[in-house]
């Protein structure tokens, strides 16, 4: 049986913890991913990765992280570097070097006696544009006192600086956030059925807790995309399924078995996230339920997807892989026979990185317009991807993001033929978050009202006549 790791991500603005922050802190989503804990004496061994996205251009040269047992938090004050009489019985500390590329530190400058973790580990750095990155280091493993099946809530300190000194000017932190680690826990997998299909899925969510508490859980679809070779929970990914309020205890727990799930052509080798959110909970848990079925069809298009816009339909595609490509020709038909070319786009060539197209139909067809892909490599050899519709009716609705990752904390997005009033907000916890809504035609732009922090958002459009449609939606 597959492994399955336990997501934590905290979502510092969708829920109230008691943590504070430096004003100009540019330190935020830091998430955890727990690999494996293993019992040590009284203690217990718990192996993570760590994650966070940082503004590099707003001098964060050298970042600091800790992370303690509550019942041994400080109350550290963050004029300057703490030390070790600071830090008290500190758990872990972790030492980046952020000034180009990313690195890890043996030392930690503020104080000699504090030994960061560094064997063994790796640090890896995703470029997000406009100076945000994206943190992750993998294999980060110590110790924690007590039983593994009672793990506590820990807690966590970040914080940059300009200079590696000993009595370094603390430059930003976030203070005093929360991490469970353990409880509740999410398992499956994605049934093959193999050789015709259809994949399902088994889930299953339980607690240790024995009085019930509210949750809810959503299902998302991976959208292909890998970061550094590996699947990753993003913006791009969408909401398949959405279940709760419901009761979650030791003796309620979320079973289900060979559940049917909604895929697209080439999209049966995706994984599945699993998002559970409460009111008691201190964070949202995200789960991936990993995917090891084979593709039947020799292909390397990951994923080819359009989207309606004012007058015009926008479409984009994923490669995982090419050897020799040469081109994609865009291809259109009003009756899904006879098809011409709009026009061409060069392809890499030869990759095994993940690598994404675009094209602009500025000039769709009144009613059904069908597209497809002519794949062609560079010994003239081609084949057809999958064909996809796109309804340019009269009545036909547009809903589509302009800009994911938002510029500016502002979220422009295109809603034609439905009553923006319908539209909401939301963070992963499910909070509202009230906005005002300005419009230049069919194009508007949602402005928070209070201001938002960086993380992942949920817009959602309940239409009039149907179901909702929803877009996760990042903002840097």
Request: charged share 20%; glycine share 8%; aromatic share 10%.
């Amino acid at each position: 049986m597959k492994t399955f790791y336990l997501w934590v991500w905290f979502i510092l603005a969708a829920i109230s913890l008691p943590f504070k922050s430096l004003a100009q802190c540019a330190l935020t989503d830091p998430a955890i991913e727990l690999n494996s804990v293993s019992p040590s004496g009284d203690n217990c061994i718990v192996n993570v990765n760590l994650s966070f996205t940082i503004d590099k251009n707003n001098g964060n040269k050298f970042t600091y992280v800790h992370l303690w047992d509550p019942a041994n938090y400080p109350d550290i004050n963050y004029k300057k570097a703490p030390k070790a009489d600071d830090l008290g019985k500190v758990l872990a500390t972790l030492a980046i070097d952020t000034d180009g590329a990313v690195s890890l530190l043996s030392t930690y400058s503020a104080d000699a006696t504090i030994t960061p973790l560094f064997a063994g580990l790796t640090i890896l750095e995703e470029d997000l544009g406009g100076g945000l990155a994206r943190v992750t280091i993998n294999n980060i493993s110590f110790p924690v006192p007590g039983a593994c099946e009672n793990l506590p809530t820990l807690k966590g300190d970040v914080w940059s600086s300009q200079a590696a000194a000993e009595n370094a000017p603390v430059h930003c932190f976030v203070e005093g956030f929360s991490l469970r680690i353990s409880d509740p826990v999410i398992t499956g997998k994605i049934n093959c059925n193999e050789p015709d299909g259809p994949r399902t899925y088994d889930l299953s969510i339980i607690t240790t807790n024995p009085t019930a508490f509210s949750v809810t859980y959503k299902l998302y679809l991976d959208d292909g995309v890998l970061v550094n070779g590996e699947t990753t929970f993003s913006a791009g990914d969408e909401e398949i399924f959405s279940n709760g309020p419901l009761n979650l205890s030791a003796s309620q727990p979320v079973q289900s078995k060979d559940e049917p799930y909604n895929y697209d052509f080439l999209e049966d080798k995706r994984t599945i996230w699993v998002v559970l959110t409460g009111p008691s909970l201190p964070n949202a848990i995200v789960a991936e339920l990993k995917n090891g079925c084979t593709i039947t069809l020799p292909v390397t298009l990951a994923r080819f997807k359009g989207s309606l816009l004012d007058n015009a339909v926008s479409l984009s595609w994923t490669t995982s892989e090419e050897a020799g490509s040469s081109h994609f020709d865009i291809e259109r038909s009003g009756d899904a026979k006879e098809f011409v070319q709009l026009g061409r786009v060069q392809a890499k060539g030869n990759s095994t990185a993940t690598q994404q197209y675009k094209y602009l139909d500025s000039k769709p067809l009144a009613g059904n317009n069908y597209y497809r892909l002519r794949m062609v490599d560079a010994d003239g050899q081609f084949e057809y991807s999958r064909m996809i519709a796109i309804d340019n009716g009269a009545s036909s609705v547009a809903f589509e993001l302009l800009g994911n990752p938002v510029a500016g904390k502002e979220i422009k997005f295109v809603l034609k033929n439905e009553n923006a009033s319908n539209v909401s907000l939301f963070d992963l916890s499910g909070k509202a978050v009230r906005f005002s809504l300005s419009q230049t035609g069919n194009e508007f732009t949602l402005r928070p009202k209070s201001g938002i922090s960086s993380g992942l958002y949920i817009l959602k459009l309940q239409r009039s006549n149907a179901g909702a449609i929803s877009k996760k939606v990042l903002v840097p």
